[in-house]
């Protein structure tokens, strides 16, 4: 949703060559109190079939596993009530996990809308360029040192997750922040911190290193509420900065000109948005591990939905949540009673759809070069 009674507002309209006030095509106008604001209409339809889609798969978690569990009796446990029976298996075993799932891919949806906002390169992903890889290097060397509780794990990954961003900012800062330079400077930290986890790996005993290796693959296996009490307090915390992030998304996908004639500092924009989605990707992270490429194709699953000229922030977050507990369904029931870790899922639908965003991206860099030439 977006302001349509703001100075700022009429002035980008003035200079999109429409008449003050005029509604944008697709949108409807929601007022309340003295204020006025814009709906995406296909964009509001998108997150209310999330939302029930969410409901439907959570419901399907709950019920799947090693005993079958009917609808009839998962709901009541979820409100409270139930067999004991049904509180163990679902209360006990299966919500927990599930809750962390959706906290999770909430988190990573986000992140990976923001950092490619900034950005402007679907590439940007936490993952990607060395974000995931700098909360990993902190979480595994604090596995490595004797740190095994899962409980304050969260929030040491964000100080990796900051520190890493940091370099690959300041690197790929010359007088602005361009594009290509910080997607090819973020790979670059990210293999080199990767090497860095795996000689941590070597330093721990066996039994640390399978630990770190099982987290490294993005897992919620034996994960619950202790690990998801972090990240539910840390996007509490949030919820005003990323408010304030989905205001801010629309000033940061115009053009540089014309953001700064609107008055908006870009630097400390830009600064906001990539410090609100590399702590949403570190506590993510921190907490069921790099669950790779969900941050990656989230963001832009939701731009083709929606149809949204900007990538939009809400259905980021709930496609996220969909990906990765969908992901953690099927990891868990496919191969039964095996339990694949949901990162092995996602990274085995990502893969394909990285190699097909490059390939699409170098298509269209060739066409606009030729284009360019005649």
């Given at each position: 949703m977006s302001a349509t009674d703001t100075p700022a507002t009429d002035r980008a309209a003035t200079?999109?060559?429409?008449?003050?006030?005029?509604?944008?095509?697709?949108?409807?106008?929601?007022?309340?109190?003295?204020?006025?604001?814009?709906?995406?209409?296909?964009?509001?339809?998108?997150?209310?079939?999330?939302?029930?889609?969410?409901?439907?798969?959570?419901?399907?978690?709950?019920?799947?596993g090693d005993s079958f569990v009917a609808p009839g009796r998962v709901l009541p446990v979820v409100f409270g009530g139930g067999q004991p029976a049904d509180q163990l298996i679902v209360g006990t075993l299966r919500e927990p996990r599930m809750v962390l799932g959706l906290l999770v891919g909430l988190a990573f949806g986000m992140s990976g809308a923001l950092i490619q906002t900034v950005a402007r390169n679907p590439l940007a992903s936490p993952d990607i360029i060395g974000i995931s890889q700098g909360a990993g290097v902190v979480t595994v060397g604090a596995l490595t040192f004797g740190v095994t509780s899962g409980t304050p794990l969260p929030y040491l990954s964000i100080a990796g997750g900051l520190a890493a961003a940091a370099l690959v900012y300041a690197f790929a800062w010359r007088g602005g922040l361009h594009a290509t330079r910080f997607v090819l400077i973020g790979i670059g930290f990210s293999i080199a911190l990767k090497s860095v986890i795996t000689l941590l790996m070597t330093k721990g005993d066996v039994l640390v290193a399978q630990q770190a290796q099982v987290w490294m693959t993005g897992s919620l296996n034996g994960r619950g509420y202790d690990e998801a009490a972090p990240m539910a307090i840390t996007l509490i915390v949030l919820t005003?900065?990323?408010?304030?992030?989905?205001?801010?998304?629309?000033?940061?996908?115009?053009?540089?000109?014309?953001?700064?004639?609107?008055?908006?500092?870009?630097?400390?924009?830009?600064?906001?948005?990539?410090?609100t989605?590399?702590?949403?990707?570190?506590?993510?992270?921190?907490?069921?591990?790099?669950?790779?490429?969900?941050?990656?194709?989230?963001?832009?699953?939701?731009?083709?939905?929606?149809?949204?000229?900007?990538?939009?922030?809400?259905?980021?977050?709930?496609?996220?949540?969909?990906?990765?507990?969908?992901?953690?369904?099927?990891?868990?029931?496919?191969f039964s009673p095996t339990e694949l870790p949901v990162g092995v899922l996602t990274a085995a639908v990502g893969a394909p759809y990285l190699i097909w965003l490059l390939i699409r991206r170098s298509g269209a860099g060739t066409r606009a070069r030729a284009t360019g030439g005649k």
């Open positions: 200079r999109a060559g429409r008449p003050r006030g005029a509604r944008p095509a697709g949108y409807g106008v929601v007022r309340g109190g003295r204020g006025a604001f814009l709906l995406h209409r296909r964009a509001a339809l998108v997150v209310g079939a999330l939302v029930v889609l969410l409901a439907l798969i959570c419901v399907a978690y709950l019920c799947a005003p900065a990323v408010l304030w992030a989905a205001y801010a998304q629309r000033t940061v996908s115009m053009d540089d000109d014309t953001a700064t004639a609107l008055g908006v500092r870009l630097g400390r924009v830009r600064l906001g948005l990539v410090v989605g590399v702590v949403l990707a570190s506590v993510a992270t921190g907490a069921a591990g790099p669950v790779d490429f969900v941050a990656l194709m989230a963001p832009q699953i939701a731009r083709r939905m929606t149809g949204t000229a900007q990538i939009p922030l809400l259905t980021s977050a709930l496609t996220g949540a969909v990906v990765v507990v969908l992901g953690d369904l099927l990891a868990k029931t496919l």
